[in-house]
C-alpha cells in the first residue's frame, strides 16, 4: 500500500468518524447511550463504524 492510498484511507477513516460522531450527537437517544457510542467509535475506529451503522442510534 503506497503512502496516497493510506493516507487517502486515513482521510476517509476521519470524515466517517466525524460524520458518525455528529448523527450519533444528533439523535433522540438519551446521554448515556451517545456517550457509550462515542466512545466505542473513538476506540474501536474500524469496527466502532460498522458496529455504529448496523445497530447505532437512529432519528
Known amino acids: 500500500m503506497s503512502i496516497e492510498v493510506g493516507g487517502l484511507f486515513g482521510l476517509l477513516l476521519l470524515v ?12 433522540a437517544a438519551d446521554t448515556g447511550t451517545k456517550v457509550l457510542w462515542i466512545v466505542l467509535i473513538l476506540l474501536l475506529p474500524v469496527i466502532g463504524l460498522i458496529l455504529w451503522a448496523l445497530f447505532g442510534p437512529r432519528g
Not at 466517517?16 to 439523535?27: E, G, R
Open 16 to 27: 466517517l468518524i466525524v460524520y458518525a460522531i455528529v448523527k450519533t450527537t444528533q439523535s
